[in-house]
């Protein structure tokens, strides 16, 4: 959550942290994990690792002439598999410090002599040392202290072990040892290049509906590979890949203010393949996998296409803000801590098939111009993304910098300027930077916008608004959702466009939208009926004590803020206006069923799964 005029975010609380997959050789990483949770702060803006890019580099390498930096991986051939726990361990340590730390750095060069070129970009850290640490910021780090029996060696030669958990990003690892801390590391020794057993392997597939008849379906998914491959799906059908990347060349930036994405944060996303999977029936579930022959191909999978628009019953998920959490006890540049646990959460409810799609209404990754950790997050959500339609909405950590185009000249895209975004999350949208469309699901008419882009009264994005709100057929799809990713209700009003809100609120009122759903603000917050900040009608409790606002007699839209599904939770001020009628401020995402007659609404806790506020509208 920003205004308009800070874009250094606040420092993250405690994590809570629900890791439930790991393997029996792993219980012992789950308890680290669960009890290190002050370790996964908000490490962002001007936090020490954030800044390491800026510091000079000395060597102290002859402090300990032994040391070693042994990797063990699971694969007999050292090589590093898809996803995986390694241990990295150091050994020959004259002097243990509570500033050792060892950085994960993909590619595998990090050679301070071939960055002096670059030094002008480093300036967005908001450190103005005279050289950068390294060529590539590191995907993630951790403090050799995070083995318990590291600082207590007394000996001239001491060891330690840590834990990383890696994915397949493509390019080599190395493991670089430093001392120091953050603020003043010193290059102490590496470890050998590691390199992915297949950098070209079909990964983190994920789906989204291409128009409402549910009839196609589009799969997503990224390779190393710059040759099509095919979706195979329906016991039998195929459909070949499109292939697309981008590049440095295509990231923004800024003489004043050079972005992360245009030098220390970028890492080549390899090509993402996209492809349309049609003749397919709505409600259905279909067997699929993906890949080539040359290549591999991805395990043997099952999706479920959404209702088809006009029918009567839909499931669905939405929230916005999530981000990552890593899985280790690493620091990143930017960690969001609630990630992990929601999605969690939602990946029991898909596999229950309580669930027909799911939309994630801005602030998606948050890799905010360090490339790698799109992959992270792909990762993260694949169980659920490759199971049922994931639709997205852009947020201001996708779109906005300056100069390019975005209503808000914050640099909260760290360069990326929606590019990645729209690459990894091919939305049914008219043209490329134009990230607003419409689709239906049963009974329901979704209206996603981008509060991004210029939607004035005279703008391309405010006509089409108008248009398509103007054109729901009531009759077939009764419910009319509106999402985006800035709320107009907010509890914090500085997080509010007094403009968005006087352009946008009375095209909501005219097409009796039902609901207005919104990220951005890190929190929940539910609204009474309200236009032009006044409640023009309250709730009344059915007889199971549920909030029902009566649609029959429409009045005006009731707004969600749906922010909490990662970021670190903001609070709420101790005086709110009387449009505000529940305020949660706990990690969770909410859960939705709509019938013809009925929209049920649950926000759903994600650490212990209670329902925290329900709410329905009816007609």
């Not at 059908?237 to 590049?247: G, L, P, W």
């Not at 959490?325 to 990630?339: K, N, V």
């Not at 909030?547 to 939770?569: C, E, M």
Request: aromatic share 10%; proline share 5%; with cysteine.
């Amino acid at each position: 959550m920003e205004s308009n005029n800070h874009w250094i975010l606040k420092y993250v609380l405690l994590m809570i942290l629900c890791v439930k997959s790991l393997s029996a050789d792993d219980a012992t990483l789950e308890d680290v994990i669960r009890k290190s949770s002050r370790v996964h702060r908000n490490f962002t803006a001007l936090s020490e690792f954030r800044t390491i890019n800026r510091r000079v580099l000395p060597d102290c390498s002859a402090s300990s002439p032994n040391l070693k930096l042994m990797v063990n991986v699971s694969s007999s051939n050292s090589s590093l598999s898809d996803d995986e726990f390694i241990t990295v361990t150091v050994s020959g340590v004259s002097r243990p410090s509570h500033g050792d730390w060892v950085a994960m750095i993909s590619p595998s060069n990090s050679n301070v002599n071939t960055c002096l070129h670059s030094e002008l970009y480093y300036v967005q850290t908001g450190d103005i040392a005279k050289l950068p640490l390294l060529c590539h910021y590191p995907v993630k780090a951790q403090f050799m202290s995070n083995d318990p029996n590291y600082l207590n060696c007394k000996s001239k030669a001491c060891s330690g072990s840590i834990k990383f958990h890696v994915i397949n990003i493509r390019t080599d690892i190395e493991f670089v040892f430093f001392t120091g801390g953050f603020l003043t590391p010193c290059f102490v020794g590496r470890s050998k290049p590691l390199t992915f057993s297949n950098p070209k392997r079909p990964l983190y597939g994920h789906l989204s509906s291409t128009d409402s008849t549910s009839t196609s379906m589009r799969l997503t998914w990224v390779s190393g590979d710059n040759q099509p491959q095919q979706v195979q799906y329906a016991n039998g059908k195929s459909a070949t890949s499109v292939i697309t990347t981008f590049s440095q060349d295509d990231m923004c930036s800024s003489a004043l203010l050079p972005s992360p994405a245009k030098d220390f944060g970028w890492h080549d996303p390899g090509y993402i393949h996209s492809a349309v999977m049609t003749g397919l029936s709505p409600s259905t579930t279909f067997n699929y996998r993906y890949g080539s022959d040359s290549v591999g191909w991805s395990e043997q999978m099952k999706f479920l296409t959404p209702p088809a628009g006009g029918s009567d019953e839909l499931r669905f998920i939405t929230y916005g803000d999530m981000g990552k959490t890593p899985l280790d006890d690493s620091q990143e540049h930017y960690i969001q801590p609630g990630a992990l646990s929601v999605i969690s959460s939602i990946d029991e409810e898909v596999k229950s098939e309580n669930v027909d799609s799911v939309f994630h209404i801005g602030d998606i990754s948050y890799a905010t111009g360090f490339l790698a950790e799109w992959d992270f997050f792909l990762s993260l959500i694949n169980p659920v993304a490759s199971r049922v339609s994931y639709m997205t909405a852009i947020g201001n950590h996708e779109r906005d910098y300056v100069n390019s185009g975005s209503v808000y000249i914050t640099p909260d895209s760290g360069g990326e300027c929606g590019v990645a975004y729209e690459t990894y999350f091919p939305m049914p949208t008219s043209a490329k930077d134009k990230p607003w469309y419409s689709i239906e699901q049963a009974s329901v008419h979704f209206t996603v916008i981008s509060t991004e882009h210029d939607w004035s009264q005279n703008s391309e994005q405010y006509a089409w608004m108008k248009k398509d709100m103007a054109s729901v057929n009531r009759q077939k799809t009764p419910w009319l959702i509106f999402m985006g990713h800035r709320p107009m209700y907010t509890s914090d009003h500085s997080s509010a466009d007094k403009n968005f809100v006087a352009a946008v609120e009375p095209l909501l009122l005219a097409n009796k939208v039902d609901l207005v759903l919104f990220g951005h603000v890190h929190n929940y917050e539910r609204t009474c009926s309200v236009y032009q900040n006044q409640c023009k009608a309250m709730p009344k409790k059915d007889s199971k004590g549920v909030d029902t606002y009566d649609h029959r007699n429409y009045s005006a839209p009731v707004h969600v803020v749906v922010g909490n599904a990662g970021f670190t939770l903001d609070q709420f001020p101790s005086s709110v206006d009387n449009w505000s009628l529940i305020r949660i401020s706990e990690f969770g995402y909410l859960r939705a069923h709509a019938t013809r007659n009925d929209l049920s609404l649950e926000l759903v806790t994600a650490d212990t799964k209670e329902v925290k506020d329900s709410f329905h509208i009816t007609k």
